[in-house]
């Protein structure tokens, strides 16, 4: 499957990020704690190391992830230079209180009124922006949807005389690299439906929903995950659920999304789609592919 999706709007939204980029202090990049690699845009960045700005990596949606997958992903960034990673769930307003002061770590000569903390929040569509942008104004400016690309304009916002925080618009990049990553953005909805095969990503899931966390199938669908591969724990939900169509067939598009909404969902338990080492073990194959 090769993903290509860029409208028109988010070329304007890269050009306005650039400009936005060189009036901060500090990149706050808000990516998924559940794949934190994969919703990372490369253009982010690009353009960060453009300007020389430092970034706090939001681990996103921790609540969802799988805390040892998520410790690990904090030790993997905190070996980059000019980054600190915290993870959060955005909708929690004591852990996103926390962002300004670690803000203020990554650029400490900006700390008063006259030289405010300058920061911007950027990330892809659906990864919590708006939610954590609410939730640190402590009222509702962002409109907040599950559907991907819903805030569509940069927004300035005062915290206290010493914080100034700019939100952006979503921003995709032309072509995602690895139809992995690709798999993974669709899975936690951060690609629209109109570029994506909801089926194809549903045995994705299920695909690594086996190679990593058998018994949460078990436990939520009642089958054995055992000698099982993607399609056919996608049709043991079909029959599970009586997602039955003509002659009592599974119903194989209607399963897929009731597995893809329950990850979404969080009903499946904890999951992170990738860990430091499935991300090596994933760019090796791929560097040794590419070699062959
Ligand atoms: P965006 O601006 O980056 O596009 O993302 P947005 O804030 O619109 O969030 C997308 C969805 O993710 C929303 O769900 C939001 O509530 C949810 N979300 C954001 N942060 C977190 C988090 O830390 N943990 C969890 N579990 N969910 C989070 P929604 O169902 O569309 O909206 P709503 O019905 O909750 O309002």
Not at 22 to 31: C, G, K, L, Q
Not at 51 to 74: E, H, M, V
Request: net charge positive.
């Amino acid at each position: 499957m090769s993903i290509q999706w860029f409208p028109g709007h988010m070329t304007a939204a890269r050009r306005k990020a650039a400009e936005t980029m060189a009036t901060v202090d500090v990149v706050i990049e808000v990516v998924d704690a559940r794949l934190p690699e994969a919703s990372t845009n490369p253009m982010v960045h690009e353009l960060r190391l453009h300007r020389q700005r430092p970034c706090l990596k939001i681990l996103n949606k921790a609540d969802l992830a799988d805390p040892g997958a998520t410790k690990s992903w904090i030790a993997w960034y905190a070996r980059q230079p000019d980054v600190k990673a915290a993870a959060i769930d955005a909708r929690n307003t004591g852990e996103a209180a926390r962002i300004p002061s670690l803000c203020q770590r990554l650029a400490p000569h900006r700390n008063d009124a006259t030289k405010p903390l300058r920061m911007m929040i950027m990330g892809i569509p659906n990864v919590g922006k708006s939610t954590l942008m609410n939730t640190l104004v402590h009222r509702k400016i962002a409109k907040v949807g599950d559907e991907p690309a819903v805030t569509k304009s940069q927004q300035l916002h005062c915290l206290g005389v010493q914080h100034r925080l700019i939100d952006t618009p979503g921003l995709m990049w032309p072509k995602i690299e690895h139809d992995s990553d690709g798999f993974m953005l669709a899975a936690s909805h951060a690609i629209g439906r109109n570029a994506v095969i909801d089926e194809e990503v549903a045995v994705f899931l299920a695909g690594l929903l086996l190679a990593r966390y058998p018994s949460r199938l078990s436990a939520r669908y009642g089958f054995s995950a055992e000698g099982l591969d993607g399609a056919s724990v996608v049709e043991g939900v079909a029959r599970r659920r009586g997602l039955l169509g003509r002659g009592g067939a599974p119903d194989f598009g209607k399963a897929s999304l009731t597995l893809l909404q329950d990850y979404r969902d969080g009903k499946l338990g904890r999951i992170s789609l990738e860990t430091p080492e499935s991300r090596r073990a994933m760019l090796a194959a791929r560097a040794r592919e590419t070699a062959e």
